[in-house]
């Protein structure tokens, strides 16, 4: 099992780019909920920090892909060096204005400047690997489910270290902790230079349209915004139904369970050698991920208030969820020229944060309305709404299911 990531990590610099890129990715996993803990501590109020945190992902879905488009013509290195002072010196001042109890509309001016200057570290990482390894398209695939058993680990240590650092010194310090790791991940990363990918200047008779406007990409976009919503409508819930029923601070250990279940998946798939393609793969890891989020509902309506049996459905939950990330980055990958896969990889991680989005005021709502045990209907609706964006596409996905997997050529 083993054999498959020791030729991943014999790869030139691969460990060196790897492991900069996981701190640089750590705040990602920690500025969510940090910012939900801060900003609860100081308003009580769930409905703001659902909405703070919804608009500053509809911010980060548009400024990513775009970022990673500059990043493929430009390179990595250049867009670091504009993006990541401004956007510590953002969060800064976010953290300051809230603290002051400056006016609200401002708090929201600091996250979209903040959000605005986010280059997306995880497609950088994954840019990289396929710049290192090459045309091993097996190799390239065991990369990807590393990389996805890396941003488990991430946002299994992530929520942790936020939520400890709150709670054992003060709410805005895991904000300034992920501060920290930013600086340090940035230098760091950039300074791997022996396994920067080439930049690529606009040539005439490239295509410079979007990538979005691709159809595939649409396709492969809003079910994977739809899973999006249910990733973030679910750690909201999570961090509520431990306010009612535990304390709310040590709500990242439940979202580390349910991170390590995925972690656990990531690690099996990245081993194996797979016979069906990206495709079918991501989709029946859609269908998996939608019927073990059931689960999760029944444990909150039948065990309410039984923490032991919300953890184990996360657990089981997060066994369906790096098959379906791991696949669906490959399949946005191998449907593009190589000169754009930084673009089309931030389509598809700007398409889970866009999701992200969606649904937090709502849920919010509801949480602060009706108790956090309602809003356990959100994730179950998102999943189910994922499984349906499927169908206006039907004749797209019955084609690239068809294909042969490259691995068995």
Excluded at 130 to 150: C, N, Q
Excluded at 245 to 271: E, K, P, Q, V
Aim: hydrophobic letters at 55%.
């Amino acid at each position: 099992m083993l054999t498959s990531y020791k030729r991943l990590f014999a790869v030139p610099g691969g460990w060196r780019f790897s492991l900069a890129g996981f701190i640089l990715r750590l705040p990602i996993s920690m500025l969510y909920l940090a910012i939900v803990l801060f900003v609860v501590a100081e308003t009580d109020s769930y409905s703001v920090a659902g909405t703070l945190s919804m608009v500053s992902s509809i911010v980060l879905a548009i400024a990513t892909p775009l970022w990673s488009r500059v990043a493929d013509q430009f390179g990595q290195n250049r867009v670091l060096s504009i993006t990541v002072p401004i956007h510590v010196i953002a969060l800064g001042a976010f953290v300051y204005l809230v603290k002051v109890d400056a006016p609200t509309w401002s708090w929201f001016a600091a996250a979209i400047v903040f959000e605005s200057f986010v280059i997306g570290s995880g497609q950088m990482v994954r840019r990289r690997w396929i710049h290192a390894i090459g045309d091993d398209r097996k190799l390239i695939d065991t990369a990807y489910s590393f990389e996805a058993l890396v941003d488990e680990v991430i946002f299994t240590s992530g929520p942790v270290i936020a939520t400890l650092v709150a709670a054992y010194f003060f709410p805005a310090a895991s904000i300034f902790t992920a501060m920290g790791f930013i600086v340090i991940g940035a230098l760091f990363f950039a300074n791997q230079r022996q396994t920067l990918p080439p930049a690529h200047p606009r040539e005439d008779g490239d295509d410079h349209s979007l990538l979005i406007r691709d159809r595939f990409v649409q396709a492969l976009f809003i079910p994977l915004m739809l899973c999006g919503s249910f990733f973030t409508s679910t750690g909201l819930v999570i961090v509520g139904y431990l306010d009612d029923y535990g304390d709310r601070n040590y709500s990242g250990f439940f979202i580390a369970i349910w991170s390590l279940s995925s972690g656990i998946a990531a690690f099996i798939s990245g081993a194996i050698h797979w016979k069906l393609n990206e495709a079918r793969r991501f989709i029946n890891s859609t269908i998996a991920l939608f019927l073990l989020t059931i689960p999760i509902y029944v444990s909150v309506v039948i065990f309410e208030g039984n923490l032991w049996m919300l953890s184990i459905a996360l657990f089981l939950n997060g066994l369906a969820i790096a098959p379906l990330l791991t696949a669906g980055l490959s399949l946005a990958e191998r449907s593009v020229s190589s000169k754009r896969t930084t673009e089309v990889l931030a389509w598809a991680i700007s398409a889970l944060n866009l999701g992200g989005a969606l649904p937090t005021a709502i849920t919010g709502y509801i949480i602060d309305t009706f108790g956090s045990s309602v809003a356990f209907i959100i994730p179950l609706a998102c999943m189910a709404l994922s499984l349906l964006s499927f169908l206006p596409f039907i004749g797209l996905w019955r084609q690239k299911v068809s294909q042969i997997p490259v691995s068995a050529t």
